[in-house]
Structures are given as structure tokens and as C-alpha cells.
């Protein structure tokens, strides 16, 4: 390896990747399979993300990297860490100030800008919708080639009429542009409605399985439901923040003998709302 | 011709690559791209070709600095990975691989050179990538335009296009792209 090879990874390597990642954006939600050597950091570490957005990165780029909303988490501040010294990017917690943000299983709580062109890297543990009702990859294959979701739904219809509501808490399953059913990588179900229609480019790394795939922006991502069911988020009603007092946000539920305490999910969301509100 | 470090080059095609996935990302909106010997056509396909993936053009340009630099093969129209055109062609369209149900992924891209960018056919464009309906200007003919969406009528299969002007802009109409004749 070259050490000044410009963001770690080989250019042949680069051109892989961004090879899947055009094939990605032209085919949303279809799993695009990469050839890759393996990367010489840890697994956990979220290779799949890393790889994309060291194949996307500029000189210009200022990057976020949150881990389940946090900037501060070990996990984020390596990641940030590695792509900087390896770029000399800027580095920011700033979400309207990111042109980059890689994250894992949060989408940042702020709203993105229409014009910005920024990019959501998600790191993705298990790339393939289909496993908990398919363990055949070439059958899971056929099945998205034929639109065939039909187990997909057996599972939602048993969930609905034995516990009134799917039991999938995260990871659960999106229709892309009305055709390719795909695994959101586990976000809360509060964050799905928020990738629909999104000014973001959305794309997805899974190391391990080195698969690629994406949601352009404004594009539609509509969770797997019946009809006559109305697609349920986390309830947090009448919840506020311990810490800035923020409400109607995605909480983490923080459980101690004195009871269950909420704070924002998004710790950067949870600076800003206190610097507001001790401002006014 | 001018002598171009690796560095150099890696450069440009990182910035080069970023610009086509926003083009792709966002069809109708148009970027700029930085020319490779004076060649925005050469600088994608300096950016695009690699041993694995092989191409085909029909140009007025010598590939011979491209060929080395990138170890990628002079195949076929039907075979190919990356179709690289002076013009919109339109036998060339109609030959280009489609991919198919179970790897859609196998299908061609073509480059198309124009001259300019805002003269063409009228068009609105709708999908993903735009936000509700987009008019612009496409420079290719109606004709080209309607076989492109005969051609990409059956998702998951088609190709993936990108425009490139003469002043280096660039502009990408992925397959999922309605093209409306205005
Ligand atoms: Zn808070």
C-alpha cells in the first residue's frame, strides 16, 4: 500500500466501488455485489461505510460520523479519526455543515437542506431484506428479480393478526420506487418515514458481505404494510429531553433505579436545542 | 500531449466521479467535469475504465493513453460495459446491453458528446433523483429519446446515459428517468 495514497484505499479498488455505487443510484434499492479485499481494520468497525465514503471523498468534503446518533461514541471518533488523517478533511458534528455524514442505525434528527447535495453513508450489518424468511441467497436473488415478496408479507400478516402490529423494531423492510423491497440497516422505525422523499443521497455498505446499494434523493421509500395498518413509530408522546427539554424527537431510554430517563438520540440535536434554550 | 502524474490523475478522477454521481443522482441538473488530455470524454473514461470492465467507442479520439493507463479491453457494442460516442447513435442504443431480471447490474452505460448542452429536444423529466417534474433541454432527438425509453421501458433492465458538452458539463439520465417529449 502507498502511503500517500490519497483515502487509504487503491484506485483500482476506488473504481470498484464507485462502479457499484453508479449501478446503485440507477437501480434503488437493488443490492449491488462488489469485489473487495478485505480492510485492515476491525469488523464492527463498519468496513462497508468506510469503503464507500473513502471512494466518494474530496479534498473539499467536511465530514460527520455519528454512531446511533453520537458524535462522541468510540466507535465514531475512530471512524473520524482514520478518514481524516487519511484525507486531511474537515470534521465537523454539524449536520447542516456535513457534505459527508457516515453514520450507524440513527438518521440525524435535524432536516436536511433541498440544495445542499449531501451524502448519508450507512454502515449496514445485513444487507439482505430477505434472510429472516429466506436463508437461500440464490433464492433470495430470483425472489427480488420477480418482485416476489410474498413471504415477506406472510411474516407481517402473522405478526398483524397475533400481536396486532408488525414485532419488527428496526431493520424493517422499505419498498423503493415501487419495485425493489430492501433492509433499511437498523434505524428505528421513527426514521423510516424520514428517508422518504429525502433531499439526501442515501447510500449503503455492508463490508463483510461487500454489497452495495442506494436511495437517490427524492425518491420513494415506503414501509412494507397493509393497507388498512398504519405504519407505527416509536410513541414518545408527552416525552422531553432530561438534558435540553427537546420533544417530538427520536429518545434514548436510559434506565436507572429513579425510573426511566429520555434524552435526544441525536446528541448534536441535544447541543444546539440547549444552547437555544439557554440563549432565550 | 501533456504528461499527467498518477497523482494527478487519481485527483481528477475522484472529483470527476463525484460530479457523475450527483449527475446520476440528479438527472437534469448539470455539472462540470475536468478534461484529461484536453478530453472531458477521456477523463470519464480514465475515471470509469479499470481491468474489469471493458468498453466501446466510436470517437475521434486516440485511446492508446487510455487503454495503458486503465487495462481495460476494446470490446464489442453488445458486450460492452461503458459505450463511449461522439453522438447519440441510435443502432448503438438498440445494441447496448440491457442487463437482465436476476443481474440488472450487467448493463451498459453510454457517454454521448454533444455540443451544447441546452440545444436539443424539450423535455420533461420525472423519477427518482428529481423532485416532482423537471423541463429542460436534452441534446439528443426525439427519436433517439423515444427508443432511449423504449429501450429503458422494462425496470429493472435498460442503460444509464450521460450527456457531456463540449465546454466539459455534464449531464446524467439514469434509467429510472421518465423522459417526456414536450
Ligand atoms: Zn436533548
Known amino acids: ?280 | 500531449m501533456n504528461t499527467h502524474t498518477n497523482t494527478d490523475i487519481e485527483q481528477l478522477n475522484r472529483k470527476n466521479f463525484r460530479n457523475c454521481l450527483d449527475a446520476l443522482s440528479r438527472p437534469g441538473d448539470v455539472f462540470q467535469i475536468t478534461p484529461l488530455f484536453d478530453s472531458s470524454l477521456l477523463a470519464l473514461a480514465a475515471m470509469l475504465l479499470y481491468s474489469e470492465v471493458n468498453f466501446y467507442q466510436q470517437t475521434d479520439t486516440n485511446w492508446n493513453m487510455i487503454k495503458v493507463l486503465t487495462n481495460s479491453e476494446e470490446v464489442a457494442v453488445e458486450e460492452a460495459d461503458y459505450l463511449f460516442l461522439d453522438t447519440p447513435l441510435e443502432h448503438i442504443l438498440m445494441e447496448a446491453k440491457a442487463g437482465d431480471q436476476l443481474n440488472p447490474e450487467f448493463s451498459a452505460t453510454l457517454i454521448c458528446c454533444c455540443e451544447d448542452l441546452n440545444e436539443g429536444t424539450q423535455v420533461k423529466l420525472s423519477g427518482p433523483g428529481i423532485d416532482g417534474t423537471k423541463e429542460t433541454i436534452l441534446p439528443a432527438t426525439t427519436s433517439f429519446l423515444q427508443l432511449l425509453a423504449q429501450k429503458n421501458k422494462h425496470f429493472p433492465l435498460g442503460v444509464d446515459m450521460y450527456f457531456l458538452s463540449d465546454t466539459h458539463m455534464i449531464c446524467g439520465l439514469p434509467r429510472t428517468t421518465t423522459v417526456e417529449v414536450l
Open chain 1, 1 to 280: 500500500m502507498n502511503s500517500t495514497t490519497f483515502a487509504f484505499i487503491d484506485e483500482d479498488a476506488k473504481k470498484e466501488i464507485r462502479r457499484s455505487l453508479l449501478k446503485a443510484v440507477a437501480l434503488p434499492g437493488y443490492i449491488v455485489p462488489f469485489a473487495s479485499r478485505e480492510m485492515p481494520v476491525a469488523r464492527g468497525w463498519g468496513t462497508g461505510g468506510l469503503q464507500i465514503t473513502l471512494s466518494i471523498i474530496l479534498e473539499r468534503d467536511v465530514l460527520k460520523v455519528i454512531d446511533q446518533g453520537c458524535d462522541a461514541s468510540v466507535n465514531a471518533v475512530n471512524i473520524r479519526d482514520f478518514i481524516t488523517e487519511v484525507t486531511g478533511v474537515k470534521e465537523t458534528v454539524n449536520t447542516s455543515e456535513a457534505s459527508i455524514i457516515q453514520t450507524r442505525h440513527r438518521i440525524p434528527e435535524h432536516e436536511f437542506a433541498k440544495d445542499e447535495k449531501q451524502i448519508l453513508v450507512f454502515q449496514v450489518p445485513t444487507p439482505e431484506v430477505l434472510t429472516t424468511v429466506e436463508p437461500d441467497t440464490a433464492k433470495q436473488k430470483q425472489m427480488h428479480a420477480n418482485s416476489d415478496y410474498a413471504k415477506l408479507w406472510v411474516l407481517l400478516y402473522e405478526d398483524t393478526s397475533q400481536y396486532g402490529d408488525s414485532r419488527i423494531s428496526n431493520r424493517y423492510p422499505v419498498l423503493i420506487n415501487d419495485h425493489y423491497v430492501m433492509d433499511p440497516s437498523p434505524i428505528p422505525k421513527y426514521d423510516i418515514p424520514r428517508m422518504d422523499n429525502s433531499p439526501v443521497l442515501q447510500l449503503f455498505g455492508a463490508g463483510r458481505e461487500k454489497r452495495i446499494y442506494a436511495i437517490p434523493p427524492y425518491t420513494s421509500v415506503k414501509p412494507l404494510k397493509f393497507d388498512d395498518r398504519e405504519f407505527k413509530v416509536e410513541s414518545f408522546s408527552g416525552i422531553s429531553c432530561e438534558r435540553c427539554g427537546a420533544q417530538n424527537v427520536f429518545f434514548d431510554e436510559v434506565r436507572r433505579e429513579t425510573g426511566n430517563h429520555y434524552f435526544c438520540s441525536d446528541t448534536e440535536y441535544c447541543d444546539q436545542h440547549l444552547e437555544k434554550s439557554n440563549a432565550s
